[in-house]
């Protein structure tokens, strides 16, 4: 079976997350678990854009958590977002993006390991 492609999206204001990525210091990637992001799988590439600028990685594993807590047993803050010292910040950042509390709420949240 042929992987799948995958586009996600940044805001510009988030370019900072985007270029992490990039650069590797950003391997895990999380998204709210809704339908768009769900049936990812390992092997399937993701193309990241942000503006005019994108570059592709492969996902190497595919985790879905019902909670931020929840991922958080397994990933450390540091790892979803290299900017962030606590649980708290995270959410409060989860929580900024229009309409996230309750898609986390929903669907729970989707933890792409990138390589």
Same mark, same amino acid.
């Given at each position: 079976?042929?992987n799948?492609? *995958?586009?996600?999206?940044?805001?510009?204001?988030?370019?900072d /997350?985007?270029?992490?990525?990039?650069d590797?210091?950003k391997? &895990?990637?999380?998204r709210?678990a809704?339908i768009?992001y769900r049936?990812i799988?390992a092997g399937d &590439?993701? /193309?990241?854009?942000?503006?005019?600028d994108?570059?592709s990685?492969?996902?190497?594993?595919v985790n879905?958590?019902?909670? &931020?807590?929840?991922?958080?047993?397994?990933y450390?803050?540091?790892?979803i977002n290299?900017g962030?010292e606590?649980e708290?910040?995270?959410?409060d950042i989860y *929580?900024?993006f229009?309409g996230?509390?309750?898609?986390i709420?929903?669907?729970?949240?989707?933890?792409?390991e990138?390589?």
């Amino acid at each position: 079976m042929k992987n799948k492609i *995958y586009k996600l999206r940044f805001r510009a204001v988030n370019r900072d /997350i985007f270029e992490a990525i990039r650069d590797g210091k950003k391997k &895990i990637e999380t998204r709210a678990a809704t339908i768009k992001y769900r049936n990812i799988e390992a092997g399937d &590439i993701v /193309i990241l854009s942000c503006g005019k600028d994108k570059f592709s990685k492969t996902v190497a594993a595919v985790n879905v958590f019902k909670t &931020i807590s929840a991922l958080l047993k397994k990933y450390k803050v540091k790892e979803i977002n290299p900017g962030v010292e606590s649980e708290g910040e995270l959410r409060d950042i989860y *929580y900024s993006f229009p309409g996230y509390k309750e898609k986390i709420r929903d669907n729970g949240l989707v933890a792409l390991e990138l390589k």
